[in-house]
């Protein structure tokens, strides 16, 4: 498997990432008319988080995702709705496109066509749809920690921040170092330079500073090792 990538223990029944505890929160959205095709649709989501084009998108990063979903979860209003949208939000992923989070949508869509309330696909949709990190006001609190949940690996320890900041150079190998990077920079000084970087008062307190320090590391890293970015 590419990079970090792996089958983790989770991935069975019980773990985070196994079918038990998806079977549980689909099942809970189901209509009652709808059919439970839970099993076929989470295998779906292992087999697309698997895909050989990812080293960051990775199962990894839903199980990390899932993981910070936990401690928030009694501070949601629609767990449900979150969880899922935690699931969909890269499930298409292509490197280097600019519509992996439009096509997660439309598949999230379609798939809970006819299965799912028409208001709770609608609010699912649009925490996928905010993982576009344009920096649009987001008032919502649950898109809020979506946004956040998704950008949490900024606010890891630096060991972690810059593993994942790897892997993500790692599906973009088609690009040169000076096309990545000044593309990173502009991307990380868009959302960077709002007053918050995390939107949540949770994320905020917890990783704010964190995130702010490993940005100014990792673009001194990047100055000494490729002398592309002046920043």
């Known amino acids: ?115 799912f309330d028409d208001a709770l696909r609608d609010t699912i949709y649009r925490h996928i749809m905010a993982t576009v990190h344009d920096v649009s006001e987001i008032k919502n609190t649950d898109t809020q920690y979506m946004i956040d949940i998704d950008l949490s690996s900024f606010g890891l320890p630096w060991p972690e921040f810059i593993r994942d900041s790897d892997n993500l150079r790692l599906e973009m190998k088609g690009q040169s170092d000076e096309a990545f990077y000044q593309k990173q920079a502009a991307f990380q000084d868009k959302l960077f330079g709002q007053p918050r970087f995390f939107k949540s008062e949770y994320f905020y307190r917890k990783y704010e500073t964190q995130a702010r320090q490993n940005r100014s590391e990792y673009f001194e890293t990047i100055r000494h090792k490729c002398n592309l970015v002046d920043k």
């Open 1 to 115: 498997m590419p990079g970090n990538m792996r089958m983790p223990d989770n991935t069975m029944p019980g773990g985070v990432l196994g079918y038990d505890r998806f079977q549980l929160v689909w099942g809970r959205c189901l209509l009652d008319s709808a059919i439970d095709e839970s099993a076929a649709i989470h295998q779906h989501l292992i087999d697309s988080y698997s895909e050989p084009q990812r080293f960051y998108h990775t199962l990894d990063h839903i199980e990390h995702c899932l993981s910070l979903f936990d401690k928030i979860r009694s501070e949601v209003e629609n767990p449900e709705a979150l969880e899922l949208a935690i699931w969909y939000h890269d499930v298409v992923y292509t490197p280097g496109a600019i519509d992996n989070e439009q096509l997660s949508a439309d598949q999230f869509m379609a798939t809970s066509n006819g299965v």
